[in-house]
T-cell receptor, first 115, second 114 residues
Framework: NAGVTQTPKFRVLKTGQSMTLLCAQDMNHEYMYWYRQDPGMGLRLIHYSVGEGTTAKGEVPDGYNVSRLKKQNFLLGLESAAPSQTSVYFC??????????????FGQGTRLTVV | GESVGLHLPTLSVQEGDNSIINCAYSNSASDYFIWYKQESGKGPQFIIDIRSNMDKRQGQRVTVLLNKTVKHLSLQIAATQPGDSAVYFCAESLTTDSWGKFQFGAGTQVVVTP
């Protein structure tokens, strides 16, 4: 049981380049999230999805796009990377609200550096 | 507790002692709370959760206390071990939301000394 898997684990981009981060979960979870984590700060929500084919903006969506074409995958795209997007990115998934425990399960993170 | 700066608050604990980590949450309507542990280089891991209809919940070596009056959560770790060294942060959620948004605190660094 892999849980939540993120690829890649590390990446260095030049300013202006684009890339896609992939998140895959095998728990049949409805909800998926992308967070960024910066030093000394809590996790900040970038985008989220409440089901296949749906996406919505979180707290810090600017500069990012997402897609949820399949229930198990949630993709985060950076169209034109900027140094301010240097961060550690975490994907998470959780069951829907009909379950008692709705904790989010996290991937191992992607460390992205934009130079 | 919470931090808005670049440096996380740090709690130094001697091995074998009990740890108490505090968290102030922001939304008085939040009804579900979680504590996560994040070891260096890893993703956050679920420790324990509590719903707003409870004020205390116990797990294995951990206890979470909820004080809704002052919007305060605490995590108590009994007999702290070296493997407990990590960043701990709380998350709050409103389960009546149509989606599962979690609001995370900045975290507290716990350092266990021998």
């Amino acid at each position: 049981n892999a849980g939540v898997t993120q690829t890649p684990k590390f990446r260095v981009l030049k300013t202006g380049q684009s890339m896609t981060l992939l998140c895959a979960q095998d728990m049949n979870h409805e909800y998926m999230y992308w967070y960024r984590q910066d030093p000394g700060m809590g996790l900040r929500l970038i985008h989220y999805s409440v089901g296949e084919g749906t996406t919505a903006k979180g707290e810090v969506p600017d500069g990012y796009n997402v897609s949820r074409l399949k229930k198990q995958n949630f993709l985060l795209g950076l169209e034109s990377a900027a140094p301010s997007q240097t961060s550690v990115y975490f994907c998470a998934s959780s069951r829907n609200r009909t379950y008692l425990n709705t904790e989010a399960f996290f991937g191992q993170g992607t460390r992205l550096t934009v130079v | 507790g919470e931090s808005v700066g670049l440096h996380l608050p740090t709690l130094s604990v001697q091995e074998g002692d009990n740890s108490i980590i505090n968290c102030a949450y922001s939304n008085s309507a939040s009804d579900y709370f979680i504590w996560y542990k994040q070891e260096s280089g890893k993703g956050p891991q679920f420790i324990i959760d509590i719903r707003s209809n409870m004020d205390k919940r116990q797990g294995q070596r951990v206890t979470v206390l909820l004080n809704k009056t002052v919007k305060h959560l605490s995590l108590q770790i009994a007999a702290t071990q070296p493997g407990d060294s990590a960043v701990y942060f709380c998350a709050e959620s409103l389960t009546t939301d149509s989606w599962g948004k979690f609001q995370f605190g900045a975290g507290t660094q716990v350092v266990v000394t021998p």
